[in-house]
């Protein structure tokens, strides 16, 4: 069985994230079968597009409610940028529904002085947790839509000009990222290391 499983709904960075992993030691599959995600120990969801299209695809796939029931038998998932934003209630991006694992919605950036960002930032960590043991860190940003940095579930946050989000979060055994591991060196490194011994508790 794969270390790890990445949800293929059709959107963008499968592929590095894949080869991220593989350099971190992991085994790693990735599957648009719902069968195959409810059978998983581990899950990932990629993430580069829009929120809407990632929701349309994951649903009709029957990818969304495999999902919802892992997080109901607390398998850990983590969420990569649109991945992250998909595991929340609702998004501003196409006004769309989300998975509903995460309370909260997605708004565009308010206070970027421009859009989309793109770049490095520091990542703070708000609180002690098994995924922000290596945090403060730099890691690469590509987004126009984010969680604030009050929201519950917030576990690290990020500063961008004015506006401050939540660049990581978590709640029981599903987690995200709004950065890109697979772009973010060696800070992206230690989070996919972490998140592939991360046991929720």
Same mark, same amino acid.
């Given at each position: 069985?794969?270390?790890? #499983?990445? &949800?293929? /709904?059709?959107?963008?960075? &499968?592929?590095?994230?894949?080869?991220?992993?593989?350099?971190?030691?992991?085994? =790693?599959?990735?599957?648009?079968?719902?069968?195959?995600?409810?059978?998983?120990?581990?899950?990932? =969801?990629?993430?580069?597009?829009?929120?809407?299209?990632?929701?349309?695809? @994951?649903?009709?796939?029957?990818?969304?409610?495999? #999902?919802?029931?892992?997080?109901?038998?607390?398998?850990?998932?983590?969420?990569?940028?649109?991945? @992250?934003?998909?595991?929340?209630?609702?998004?501003?991006?196409?006004?769309?529904?989300?998975?509903?694992?995460?309370?909260?919605?997605?708004?565009?950036?308010?206070?970027?002085?421009?859009?989309?960002?793109?770049?490095?930032?520091?990542?703070?960590?708000?609180?002690?947790?098994?995924?922000?043991?290596?945090?403060?860190? &730099?890691? /690469?940003?590509?987004?126009? /839509?984010?969680?604030?940095?009050?929201?519950?579930?917030?576990?690290?946050?990020?500063?961008?000009?004015?506006?401050?989000?939540?660049?990581?979060?978590?709640?029981?055994?599903?987690?995200?990222?709004?950065?890109?591991?697979?772009?973010?060196?060696?800070?992206?490194?230690?989070?996919?290391?972490?998140?592939?011994?991360?046991?929720?508790?």
């Amino acid at each position: 069985m794969p270390d790890v #499983l990445i &949800v293929d /709904y059709g959107g963008g960075n &499968v592929r590095s994230l894949t080869a991220a992993l593989e350099r971190c030691g992991a085994r =790693v599959a990735v599957s648009a079968d719902p069968g195959a995600v409810a059978g998983a120990e581990r899950l990932m =969801v990629a993430g580069q597009g829009a929120a809407g299209a990632a929701m349309a695809a @994951l649903e009709s796939a029957g990818l969304a409610d495999a #999902l919802r029931d892992a997080a109901g038998r607390h398998v850990p998932i983590l969420g990569v940028c649109v991945g @992250l934003q998909v595991l929340f209630e609702r998004s501003e991006e196409d006004d769309c529904a989300g998975l509903g694992l995460l309370h909260g919605t997605v708004h565009r950036i308010r206070g970027a002085a421009r859009l989309p960002h793109l770049g490095w930032n520091d990542v703070e960590p708000l609180q002690e947790h098994p995924l922000t043991r290596d945090l403060p860190a &730099v890691a /690469y940003f590509a987004h126009s /839509y984010a969680v604030t940095s009050d929201i519950p579930s917030a576990l690290a946050i990020t500063r961008i000009d004015d506006a401050t989000i939540a660049s990581m979060v978590v709640r029981g055994s599903v987690a995200g990222a709004q950065f890109h591991p697979e772009r973010s060196a060696e800070a992206g490194r230690q989070l996919l290391t972490r998140f592939l011994a991360w046991e929720p508790a």
